[in-house]
């Protein structure tokens, strides 16, 4: 790998494109390196993991409104144009790819249980794969292509997040996954550098957008978010390609990104805007030529239905409700965890949404007091019950949530940003104080799924964890179907890509109001 710093310049230095890492980024897409045997197994993973999670949410109002939107759409199938295929509707009807982009993206954001990696910012680089296939779907690109772009765009995004924070600054993550996007399709249509260059910098442009979307009262957006960055992405990608250019330098200008959102703005309005130009704010690894793309190894899947940073407190949960006979003899509950688990989905947050019985589900999926209850309580997760008004309203599991409060601890902060994958982790010690004053003590560093943990994921688990959230949705021979095919990825010819996509059987898909499309 090598790191590329990152730091502002005036407009008049005049900074040259070879410098910048738009243009470094667009380089490691347009570089015609293989893909390694055990990246390609894994994007294999990945793309079961996210046709699993896609079908759960089918009829879920979101993915129902964006699937509407999307065949509000249709295209007209011409020479070396095929349009793009939506889960749950049948492979002949296409749509306009970045419209497939949003639809598909959509249904795989909505239960928020698709892949994750975690560093100085975080992410769902699973997101990449809505807009990429879509676009290897219009045309006409065989499963081998569909793989390199896949391997690009997660290596971006994941390069990105392991450098550049955004939620410090209250900016969403989409804003490093349109980039990655970007360049992931210029990577899949094997585009010159210089168009994928313009292209990363219209994506990040346009796809700058704030945490709001994820605190206070959460809305479906947290599943649109990703869903219109892909789609973005897929328009950014066209204009350039038609020759248009976009705002640069778009990472380290004047005007830019980092010198009036993220950490340029905040050394200015601390020490004047002069002041800005001198930091190295950002080292940013990427590939060297010809390196291989391997970060999609670094990234993790959900086996539960909930943020990520829950994911070992509730593994944690099941574990220690074997220690409790009684939940109206716990005092209070202090689960010690990392910055960003107290203050996004903890106490810290000082959100009284995530208290509230009568939470979304969305909100509920970011409150770790809620989660860690019900977890405690049941000894199992699930992407529906587990949510259900009914469960979170449940008195006596409203007085043991109510007992819950995090603490950030700065031990598990400097384990959730270690550099090295032995420390990494992203769970947390739990201290539970019962009414006689005895008190139960556990921890948990990584989840039971996590490549480090007590049961690491393999394709037997993606293959189960698609069984398990597509039973009684899909027909047995769809599901069969659809495994066999993706698990042949590399050997799917040009044009055939369709088969990648996943229908319901007739009368079961639900329809969505209507709108303007």
């Not at 032995?422 to 004053?437: A, C, P, T, Y």
Request: hydrophobic share 40%; proline share 5%; glycine share 8%.
């Amino acid at each position: 790998m090598q790191l590329h710093p990152v730091k502002l310049h005036p407009s008049k230095a005049l900074l040259p494109r070879e410098e910048q890492l738009a243009w470094k980024i667009a380089g490691v897409a347009a570089d015609k390196v293989a893909v390694q045997k055990d990246v390609a197994e894994m994007i294999i993973n990945r793309i079961i993991d996210n046709a699993a999670v896609a079908i759960a949410a089918i009829n879920r109002k979101p993915v129902v409104s964006a699937r509407a939107m999307a065949l509000g759409h249709p295209h007209r199938v011409r020479e070396g144009r095929a349009g793009a295929t939506i889960f749950g509707v049948k492979a002949n009807t296409v749509v306009s790819p970045e419209w497939a982009a949003w639809a598909n993206g959509t249904a795989v954001r909505e239960l928020d249980m698709h892949d994750t990696f975690l560093a100085a910012d975080y992410s769902h680089p699973g997101d990449n794969i809505p807009p990429i296939l879509a676009v290897a779907q219009h045309l006409g690109r065989s499963g081998r292509e569909l793989i390199r772009g896949l391997a690009t765009g997660y290596e971006i995004q994941i390069d990105l997040v392991r450098a550049i924070c955004l939620h410090e600054h209250k900016v969403d993550h989409i804003a490093h996954l349109c980039p990655s996007a970007a360049a992931g399709i210029g990577t899949l249509l094997g585009l010159k550098q210089e168009v994928i260059f313009q292209a990363v910098q219209q994506a990040l442009h346009t796809s700058i957008s704030f945490r709001q979307s994820r605190k206070g009262e959460i809305s479906s957006w947290k599943a649109y978010a990703p869903a219109h960055a892909g789609k973005l992405a897929v328009e950014a990608v066209d204009r350039c390609m038609r020759g248009e250019g976009a705002p640069s330098p778009i990472y380290e200008g004047e005007d830019s990104v980092i010198g009036w959102v993220l950490s340029g703005r905040t050394v200015a309005d601390q020490k004047g805007r002069a002041a800005a130009y001198e930091p190295v704010y950002y080292e940013v690894p990427l590939p060297a030529p010809g390196e291989a793309k391997r970060a999609i190894l670094d990234s993790y899947t959900k086996e539960h239905s909930a943020e990520y940073q829950s994911q070992a407190l509730i593994d944690l949960a099941f574990r220690m409700r074997e220690r409790i006979t009684d939940w109206e003899a716990i005092e209070r509950i202090t689960i010690h965890t990392s910055h960003h688990t107290h203050y996004v989905i903890g106490t810290g947050a000082a959100d009284p949404q995530k208290m509230d019985p009568k939470a979304s589900r969305e909100t509920l999926d970011h409150s770790i007091m809620y989660i860690f209850a019900v977890a405690l309580q049941d000894g199992r997760w699930h992407h529906v019950d587990s949510y259900a008004p009914r469960r979170a309203a449940r008195a006596d599991t409203v007085r043991l949530w109510h007992k819950i409060e995090t603490r950030e601890d700065p031990e598990w902060t400097r384990r959730y940003h270690s550099r090295d994958p032995n420390e990494l982790s992203f769970g947390g010690r739990v201290e539970i104080v019962l009414k006689d004053g005895s008190r139960i003590e556990d921890e948990l560093a990584v989840a039971n799924a996590h490549p480090n943990g007590a049961r690491p994921f393999g394709r037997a688990d993606y293959v189960g964890k698609f069984r398990i959230l597509t039973e009684g949705i899909l027909s047995a021979r769809e599901a069969n179907r659809f495994l066999a095919d993706v698990q042949d990825l590399a050997r799917i010819p040009a044009g055939e890509l369709g088969v990648l996509n996943l229908a319901l059987p007739a009368g079961t898909l639900l329809e969505g109001k209507a709108g303007i499309f």
